[in-house]
């Protein structure tokens, strides 16, 4: 068994597993270093990964270590916390064991779900193979080489035909990540990579941004709205709303609007338009009656338990914790990292004996999102920035977020070169099949 020794020992105090280890379960962990108990975090990667840059490693603004931090690293100094790299596969609620992959089970007392989620399809898994989704650093590379292929494509293509569908680029979902990654990949084909092709213009690039709904950034303000689409259009990217992707081909995306469908040939497809649970935790929660929403996060309580079951906690975005207007919390890393500071208060309490804070109260500080090089919209609740500030501020958020100093120190500089030059040093096509000019090669 998990921490045997620790469980022999009377002075160890209660068990405490925390599944995963993004924003929710970092905090958790933290908040609980040095607490009377013994607490195991069980994740299947030995990394936190700082998930809103993804779209940079995608777009070779960053590489994948500016933007993930080994978990052992981070909590190094929490003597009463152990890491264990394994992969979850069921959570026996009866025994109080957490199984792994491997055939290990780790007993708890305590228990906090904060696994993350997965992309949604909307049942069409086939369409991942043509249009990766950002919830990885797997996922960010594969789409860096799809961008960076195409245009290498561009360039010895057979024929015009060809060519423009090599600089065509579709990106499905109009909500932060998918305005961000429009606007770099804009940023990419209009400045980054001038002058560096002799028979293609990357600057020809068509970057198209589908949203199903009637509004991009819908949580936003219509006038920050407004201002998003402005940019991206000045950025060359065009807009489609209220557009439906009826499937994904290798060579292209089929769009419906208005009782009328279209075939668009693109070269590279990017999927940010959806969230989904993680199959085992939807196999559990058939399996132990957790009522969920839609999307498969199990609903809470008030305090972050699940109904009948004081000792686990849901944190993160599995969790369907509803905020004060009723509606549930967005999944938003600032959600999360909130989560997880209020159950290691709870749990602390819990284990000294003491009364436990109150239900959990999201303290909104605003949202954020970038649209290209010196373009941001910001809404902190009591101003609203766009433009340059806007940018600046949506840097220095996500500066202060990062886990490491070093983290922060190295992306500042590389963020300030990116904007001085224009250029992203991290443009490597790695992994999967490398590019071979197949096409209107000489």
């Given at each position: 068994?998990?921490?045997?020794?620790?469980?022999?020992?009377?002075?160890?105090?209660?068990?405490?597993?925390?599944?995963?280890?993004?924003?929710?379960?970092?905090?958790?962990?933290?908040?609980?270093?040095?607490?009377?108990?013994?607490?195991?975090?069980?994740?299947?990667?030995?990394?936190?990964?700082?998930?809103?840059?993804?779209?940079?490693?995608?777009?070779?603004?960053?590489?994948?270590?500016?933007?993930?931090?080994?978990?052992?690293?981070?909590?190094?100094?929490?003597?009463?916390?152990?890491?264990?790299?394994?992969?979850?596969?069921?959570?026996?609620?009866?025994?109080?064991?957490?199984?792994?992959?491997?055939?290990?089970?780790?007993?708890?007392?305590?228990?906090?779900?904060?696994?993350?989620?997965?992309?949604?399809?909307?049942?069409?898994?086939?369409?991942?193979?043509?249009?990766?989704?950002?919830?990885?650093?797997?996922?960010?590379?594969?789409?860096?080489?799809?961008?960076?292929?195409?245009?290498?494509?561009?360039?010895?293509?057979?024929?015009?035909?060809?060519?423009?569908?090599?600089?065509?680029?579709?990106?499905?979902?109009?909500?932060?990540?998918?305005?961000?990654?429009?606007?770099?990949?804009?940023?990419?084909?209009?400045?980054?990579?001038?002058?560096?092709?002799?028979?293609?213009?990357?600057?020809?690039?068509?970057?198209?941004?589908?949203?199903?709904?009637?509004?991009?950034?819908?949580?936003?303000?219509?006038?920050?709205?407004?201002?998003?689409?402005?940019?991206?259009?000045?950025?060359?990217?065009?807009?489609?709303?209220?557009?439906?992707?009826?499937?994904?081909?290798?060579?292209?995306?089929?769009?419906?609007?208005?009782?009328?469908?279209?075939?668009?040939?693109?070269?590279?497809?990017?999927?940010?338009?959806?969230?989904?649970?993680?199959?085992?935790?939807?196999?559990?929660?058939?399996?132990?009656?957790?009522?969920?929403?839609?999307?498969?996060?199990?609903?809470?309580?008030?305090?972050?338990?699940?109904?009948?079951?004081?000792?686990?906690?849901?944190?993160?975005?599995?969790?369907?914790?509803?905020?004060?207007?009723?509606?549930?919390?967005?999944?938003?890393?600032?959600?999360?990292?909130?989560?997880?500071?209020?159950?290691?208060?709870?749990?602390?309490?819990?284990i000294a004996g003491r009364t436990p804070p109150p239900a959990f109260h999201y303290v909104d500080r605003g949202i954020m999102a970038t649209i290209g090089r010196a373009a941001a919209i910001a809404d902190l609740r009591f101003i609203r920035l766009t433009g340059f500030i806007g940018w600046l501020s949506w840097l220095f958020v996500?500066?202060?977020?990062?886990?490491?100093?070093?983290?922060?120190?190295?992306?500042?500089?590389?963020?300030?070169?990116?904007?001085?030059?224009?250029?992203?040093?991290?443009?490597?096509?790695?992994?999967?099949?490398?590019?071979?000019?197949?096409?209107?090669?000489?």
């Amino acid at each position: 068994m998990v921490n045997e020794a620790a469980r022999s020992n009377p002075h160890a105090g209660q068990q405490i597993v925390i599944i995963g280890s993004g924003f929710a379960g970092l905090a958790v962990a933290k908040g609980l270093a040095g607490a009377q108990c013994q607490v195991t975090v069980v994740d299947k990667r030995n990394f936190h990964l700082f998930q809103p840059l993804l779209y940079q490693v995608a777009t070779g603004a960053l590489s994948p270590a500016n933007i993930a931090t080994p978990i052992r690293a981070a909590l190094k100094k929490a003597r009463n916390v152990t890491v264990l790299l394994g992969e979850v596969v069921d959570v026996d609620t009866v025994s109080r064991q957490v199984e792994l992959a491997s055939g290990e089970a780790v007993p708890y007392d305590i228990l906090v779900l904060a696994p993350g989620v997965q992309t949604q399809y909307f049942r069409h898994p086939e369409w991942e193979q043509f249009a990766p989704g950002l919830k990885s650093i797997e996922d960010a590379l594969t789409v860096r080489r799809h961008i960076l292929s195409a245009f290498e494509h561009a360039e010895v293509a057979a024929s015009p035909a060809e060519r423009e569908r090599d600089l065509t680029f579709v990106v499905v979902g109009g909500g932060p990540t998918g305005v961000e990654m429009a606007g770099a990949i804009a940023e990419i084909a209009r400045y980054t990579l001038r002058g560096e092709f002799r028979r293609s213009n990357p600057a020809a690039a068509k970057i198209l941004l589908v949203e199903g709904g009637p509004d991009i950034l819908p949580v936003y303000t219509p006038k920050l709205r407004e201002r998003a689409a402005r940019d991206l259009a000045d950025m060359g990217v065009t807009v489609r709303t209220g557009t439906m992707v009826v499937s994904i081909e290798p060579d292209g995306v089929q769009l419906a609007h208005g009782g009328q469908t279209e075939f668009v040939p693109a070269s590279a497809v990017v999927w940010a338009a959806g969230i989904k649970a993680a199959p085992w935790t939807t196999a559990l929660a058939g399996e132990r009656g957790i009522e969920t929403d839609r999307l498969g996060r199990f609903t809470v309580l008030p305090d972050l338990t699940l109904p009948g079951h004081p000792e686990i906690f849901v944190a993160g975005d599995l969790a369907h914790c509803k905020g004060e207007t009723g509606e549930p919390l967005p999944a938003l890393g600032s959600v999360a990292v909130q989560q997880g500071k209020y159950l290691a208060k709870v749990i602390r309490a819990r284990i000294a004996g003491r009364t436990p804070p109150p239900a959990f109260h999201y303290v909104d500080r605003g949202i954020m999102a970038t649209i290209g090089r010196a373009a941001a919209i910001a809404d902190l609740r009591f101003i609203r920035l766009t433009g340059f500030i806007g940018w600046l501020s949506w840097l220095f958020v996500h500066l202060m977020l990062l886990v490491e100093f070093r983290s922060r120190v190295v992306i500042f500089f590389n963020w300030a070169w990116c904007y001085v030059t224009r250029n992203r040093y991290s443009r490597l096509i790695t992994g999967g099949e490398h590019f071979t000019p197949s096409r209107g090669d000489s």
